[in-house]
């Protein structure tokens, strides 16, 4: 029992930073018209200047903190002008290519520029290591309780902004009808510009989250979360923010039974399956798309 | 003249690639007017409303609204400085709500929108009572009411409605000209695309008639009814 309990905190925590990359990424498909498969990279490269600010601070959370959310934002508002062009002519399979490039250069920037390309760790400090709450064999850890109730507080957040606020109908109405939204005098690229904003600001959060949950970092784990964004996102429907909260949890839970359960490392064929199984038998995704 | 001009449309010239979408088109709006602009599927009639809005690229000419050049104005500056477009299609937004589409025609205004929401639901009764409906689950007419509503909500200077009958049955149809007449008298100034030439004339003050790409006939609209080119062109001879 203590067993299931500790894979159950496990599977939450990493699906809760499933939730929010899948969330920024959909965001940014959506209102940015942008299909940003480098989002997970941006948040990766930001777990690395917030490790920077730590080195160069000797540990100073109340410094590396922000840092890390300030790198979210500014890292995904720097591929803005890059995307723009290709944006404006509504060319979504060139915007996927672009990010591509955009995997390549920041895998590399983190692979073999920044500590000479080893794996950097995070202090215990950040990821409090020792258990908060002991239930047998199943523990929580201070990263992982921050980690859930942080993204649980995210999602809401975003949630409200989408649905209650003047900007967030903007938002919702560039998703589903760019060129009504267009004619309603919604500012398109200014509400364009603030989805990079608000999507690199979930991930910067996700930056601090995953340094507290996995502790440590390298040069592959962006591509590697590339996949299990998009996994939870096509599992969904593209698009579909909502449903994409209940795929990450599913995924994050999924893979934390399967660490626990099947020997080997079985891990990330359950992201693949995710996607081949909807491919084939459900293409609009579980909840379908653009919701 | 001393009537007062709202939208004047000088020799304005527009293409889509090398094909000539608009060419030298001039017209005129003036306050407290229904001013129909009748022609054939594809005669540039929706080309002009859009390009009044800033959509598409001007080759030559110039727009000016209330006096001022808008031939450059990005178009939610347009937008905000009052002219809304009722699209062809409706455009209206089918995963949100009614009142949410309704926000979004205000979405400029600072002031508190209670009082337009108020008067959209005074002009349209159903759409006060479905507010809370998910806009995809009206019927076409209904929809067509939601996207005028939603144009009023923009507090415009001038409306501009592009097909507006398309798609509505004989009965909605009536409906819709009584209300665009009762818009009028209201003191709304009302630029109209529409095939349907008959109806389109029996409400409006002037016209004009595209063929494409040109302006080849203009005058009030009992000119144009009486003509005998536009009546056998679009009356049904």
Redesign the interface.
Known sequence: MDFVLARVINGIAMGSIYALLATGFNLLLLVGGVFQFAYPHVVVLSMYLCWMVLQATGGNLALAIPAAIGSGIGLSLFTEPLFRPLTKRGAIVATFVLSLGITIVFTDVMGRQIHRGVPIGFPTTLTGKEALIRFGVATLTMGQLATILGSVGAVVGLLYFLYRT?RG??F??MG??P??????????LRTRIYSYLISGLLGGISAVFLAMTLGAAAGPLGSLLAIKMFAVAVFAGLGNIRGGLIAAIILGLAESFAIGYIPGDWVNVIAFGMIMGVVMWKPEGLFGL?? | MAKNSVLKVDDISVSYGPVKALRHISLEVNQGEIVALIGANGAGKSTLLETVLGIHHVDSGTIRFMGEDITRTPTDRIVASGICLIPEGRGILSLMTVLENLQLGAYHLEADINQYLGRVSHHFPVLGERSKQMAGTLSGGEQQMLSIGRGLMSAPKLMMMDEPSLGLSPVLVAELFKIIVDLNKEGYTILLSEQNARKALACAHRGYVFEIGSIVLSGTAQELASDPRVHQAYLGG
């Not at chain 1, 060129?179 to 500012?187: C, E, K, N």
């Open positions: 003047k109908r903007a919702r109405a589903q009808n060129s009504a939204a267009r004619l309603l005098g919604i500012p398109t653009r919701a």
